[in-house]
């Protein structure tokens, strides 16, 4: 039962920011045993690996087209991923989604619970 639920979405311009939200809950989730990972999924096209993050925060990982925009962090007392999007683009308009896994997430297979996702939508 458990369960992740994004916020934050919304509609920026180009240039941008947006700061992405996701909570964990769950009877039995404890939210440190797992790695957390941001995807996206666009009309038409497949999810795809955005940010990831390990168990303690210590290690992160993002995909070459957010790297020095996009900053993943975790807040474990508070069961929080957050996404901090910097300098958008009207190409990262996409339905966002928050991932869970209990090994490192950075593919679609890896990821053990998904959230319902937000939408985040840069015009030009």
């Known amino acids: 039962q458990v369960q992740?639920?994004?916020?934050?979405?919304?509609?920026?311009?180009?240039?941008?920011?947006l700061r992405l939200s996701c909570t964990?809950?769950?009877?039995?989730?404890s939210f440190s045993?797992?790695?957390?990972a941001w995807f996206r999924q666009a009309p038409g096209k497949e999810r795809e690996f955005v940010a990831g993050i390990d168990w303690l925060g210590l290690?992160?990982?993002?995909?070459?087209?957010?790297?020095?925009?996009?900053t993943i962090s975790r807040d474990n007392a508070?069961?929080?991923?957050?996404?901090?999007m910097?300098?958008?683009?009207?190409e990262?308009?996409?339905?966002y989604y928050c991932a869970a896994g209990t090994r490192v997430v950075r593919t679609v297979n890896r990821a053990d619970y998904w959230g319902q996702g937000t939408q985040?939508?840069?015009?030009s």
Request: hydrophobic fraction near 35%; aromatic fraction near 12%.
């Open 24 to 29: 964990a809950s769950g009877r039995s989730f």
């Open 59 to 70: 290690s992160t990982y993002y995909a070459d087209f957010v790297k020095g925009r996009f």
């Open 33 to 36: 045993t797992y790695a957390m």
């Open 78 to 84: 508070k069961n929080t991923v957050y996404l901090q």
């Open 4 to 17: 992740l639920v994004e916020s934050g979405g919304g509609l920026v311009q180009a240039g941008g920011s």
């Open 86 to 90: 910097n300098s958008l683009k009207p």
């Open 120 to 123: 985040v939508t840069v015009s």
């Open 92 to 95: 990262d308009t996409a339905v």
